[in-house]
């Protein structure tokens, strides 16, 4: 499947569909499968499957990397219950499917969590290491969390964002989420709502 085009100065990818890794979790509404997706232009590959407690600290630094920049910019709270720490993780874990985009040697690259419930799915916690933004991982991880959803019924996904996240609220909004003009309080920050009807 090509997800792109070199002609006009993308990037060209090349998925291809694998069986997960044995271990892989309990991997709901896509059947186990993992995708392959292949930088043409850099060679470099990524796999996405779902995590398992044996990720945490994988996942951990993904979240820890991608949010450093933001640090200042959330309050401790906030922060604190963005980058996860171990047991946080577990609860995480135990409550919502997470999904992490690993490279050929294993290495985390990105991750995202997603819920459904009660026909509407949910999503958080997305995460890219700073080295792998731009290069379709976060569009893969949502397209896995979309076509999950999907499988289990649901026909909206919804996701909350502060608003220093501008490059990821520019990202949801290109893959057709929709503010709500809901605002909530996250630990001190306003939190935003965003929907998407699938």
């Known amino acids: 499947m090509c ?3 070199a002609g006009n100065g993308e990037r060209a990818f090349a998925a291809s569909v694998d069986s997960a890794p044995s271990g892989a979790g309990d991997f709901q509404g896509i059947g186990g499968q993992s995708f392959e997706v ?16 044996e990720d945490a600290q994988q996942v951990l630094q993904c979240l820890q990397e991608a949010f450093l920049v933001y640090r200042n910019d959330y309050t401790a709270g906030a ?10 993780f577990l609860q995480r874990l135990s409550e919502q499917q997470i999904l992490i985009a690993v490279d050929q040697s294993g290495e985390a690259v990105g991750t995202m ?9 949910h999503i958080r916690g997305m995460a890219v290491r700073p080295l792998w933004q731009g290069r379709g991982v976060a569009e893969k991880l ?8 999907q499988e289990l019924g ?4 919804t996701l909350d964002t502060t608003r220093p996240l501008q490059r990821a609220i520019r990202f949801y909004e290109k893959n057709g ?13 306003e939190l935003l709502a965003y929907r998407k009807e699938l």
């Open 177 to 189: 989420f929709r503010a709500t003009g809901e605002v909530a309080s996250f630990f001190g920050m």
């Open 79 to 88: 922060y604190a219950d963005t980058v996860l720490n171990p047991q946080t």
């Open 142 to 149: 949502l397209e896995h969390v979309e076509s999950a959803l």
């Open 38 to 53: 292949v930088d043409m232009e850099k060679e470099q590959r990524f796999s996405v499957r779902g995590a398992t407690k």
């Open 154 to 157: 649901c026909k909206v996904i």
């Open 113 to 121: 969590a997603y819920k459904a419930e009660n026909g509407e799915g």
């Open 3 to 5: 997800l792109g085009s």
